[in-house]
Nanobody, 124 residues
Framework: EVQLVESGGGLVQAGGSLRLSCAASGFTFDDYAIGWFRQAPGKEREGVSCISGSDGSRVYADSVKGRFTISGDNAKSTVYLQMNSLKPEDTAVYFC?????????????????WGQGTQVTVSS
């Protein structure tokens, strides 16, 4: 059974940092891309970042470039999202998702498996 479990969310002041974790199980980590998405109240889900399990290639949304860093630990089947210089507009529920294949994508409908999400709240 494929499982994705996010952790690391919380409340932080603007300018602060958080590190989210996505622990994956039930599939061969190297054969999948893992993406981070977020959804704020009343807004559509937005792709934030993605990392390929096969070659480590990365992609970021323009809104987070230079502030967020995605990384993976294939031995632990875990992907991290380091979020620095957080802004109130980063407030959302953050989800990780898994997509079979070797590419990267920020398109949510291309992902087959989803975690339950973790809340990130950035106060001004």
């Amino acid at each position: 059974e494929v499982q994705l479990v996010e952790s690391g969310g919380g409340l932080v002041q603007a300018g602060g940092s958080l590190r989210l974790s996505c622990a994956a199980s039930g599939f061969t980590f190297d054969d999948y891309a893992i993406g981070w998405f977020r959804q704020a109240p009343g807004k559509e889900r937005e792709g934030v970042s993605c990392i390929s399990g096969s070659d480590g290639s990365r992609v970021y949304a323009d809104s987070v470039k230079g502030r967020f860093t995605i990384s993976g630990d294939n031995a632990k089947s875990t992907v991290y999202l380091q979020m620095n210089s957080l802004k109130p507009e980063d407030t959302a529920v953050y989800f990780c998702a898994a997509q079979p294949g070797w590419g990267t994508s920020l398109v949510d409908y291309e992902y087959d498996y989803w975690g339950q999400g973790t809340q990130v709240t950035v106060s001004s």
